[in-house]
């Protein structure tokens, strides 16, 4: 999965601050459409705090390879609460990460921007699948993937417009350096992606309603 894994300082203030700033422009904007539809059913709440509660849970489980690479469940979170609910639950995943140094406070706002990229693109792409017919499992797989592709496109193009204070690499140099990370992602967005494809195609034969609150 994509997340940027620096500590706070790494960017320049100007560029921590945007981040943050259009990270809360989106949440802003989710909890206003929240407000407008009104009261939520009980089970998008309780799917949200299962997704809230799973997602944390995982995202502090490390494999150690490559300097740490884990699961994030973001493409999951997607599909089964939407991309509205979806922005806030991985701002609350990232905020709570950070308390727990996983990562800097100054870079909840980026990241939080990337954890949005894929919910909404796994969200969108899983809708329009299970639309064309596609199976639960086999709908999910296919988002999970290019949901975590955009992610890391996105992770990409942040630190590259961002730069790395204090790190002498530069334009091809560390972009080179970042495609080994992606690299090594997109092989662990092919086990996500199984991962979320055995859960999706489980939830459809159990509890098929779930899959119904992707749109909100």
Known sequence: MAHIHLQDGAFSLSFTLLWWAVALVLLLACLFLLRRHGKLPSRQITVAALCTAAAFAVFQIEIPLFGGIHLNLTPLIGILAGPVIGTIIVFLVNLLSAGLGHGGWGMIGAN?????????????????????????????????????????????????????????????????????????NMGMAVIEAMVTALMVSFIARARPALLGETGS
Request: net charge neutral.
């Open 112 to 184: 939080t921007l990337i954890s949005v990229a894929e919910v909404a693109v796994a969200a969108l792409v899983f809708t329009g699948l299970r639309r064309a017919g596609a199976a639960p499992g086999v709908g999910a797989g296919i988002a999970t993937f290019v949901a975590l592709a955009v992610g890391n496109a996105a992770m990409v193009g942040i630190i590259m417009v961002s730069g790395i204070q204090g790190v002498t690499q530069e334009g091809s140099s560390l972009l080179a350096g970042l495609s080994l990370v992606v690299l090594v």
